[in-house]
């Protein structure tokens, strides 16, 4: 029975959902040039901490400021099958009582009431909204650091690095990965 080294077949890169078959054959070029394996992971960590947030910055400060302008003056379209599914069984009930012979009561009248109102309140808050988003761009580089801090904490904490019990997150393999070396031994 060989024992393989843990590093080489578990690089928990190589499980991200985008770009994971990529830094499977980066890791092996970097194998063969000679790096170690924690060389490795720590260069293709460095490359994908440079390129996720190079994207999130470029997102945060174009992209969203240009969509919320497109957006923007076009609330009333936007929010309005809000309105018109809600207001639904309000047409189902008073076609039924009309038909029946009755007149709708107030309830079915405030019911129709409510949905206009919450639709006038849905509209000032998309426009709101899309003034919020139209700033941001202000701040793209803040705002993209925090978005990568959330998004890597997410994935080490539904990360499992093997498929053994119990779960090993990507930073705990770091961690246990790099303690060997670093830690000296008491004398």
């Avoid at 947030?53 to 969509?67: E, H, I």
């Amino acid at each position: 029975m060989t024992m393989t080294n843990p590093g080489i077949t578990v690089n928990p890169l190589t499980e991200l959902p985008f770009g994971g078959g990529l830094i499977r054959q980066f890791d092996k070029l970097l194998l063969d040039l000679g790096f170690t394996v924690r060389w490795a992971e720590t260069v293709e960590f460095l490359i994908i901490v440079g390129v996720v947030f190079a994207v999130l910055t470029l997102a945060v400060g174009k992209l969203v400021p240009w969509v919320s302008g497109k957006l923007a003056g076009h609330e009333e379209r936007l929010t309005a099958p809000v309105p018109a599914v809600l207001l639904a069984p309000e047409w189902v009930v008073t076609k039924a009582l009309v038909r029946a012979g009755r007149v709708p009561g107030s309830f079915v009248h405030g019911y129709g009431e409510s949905v206009l109102v919450l639709a006038d309140w849905l509209q000032a808050a998309l426009a709101a909204f899309l003034r919020l988003l139209g700033s941001v761009g202000k701040h793209g580089r803040p705002i993209a650091a925090v978005l990568l801090v959330l998004g890597f904490l997410s994935w080490n904490s539904n990360s499992c690095v093997t498929d053994t019990l119990p779960c090993v997150s990507p930073v705990q393999h770091w961690t246990t990965q790099f303690e060997g070396p670093l830690v000296r031994p008491a004398r």
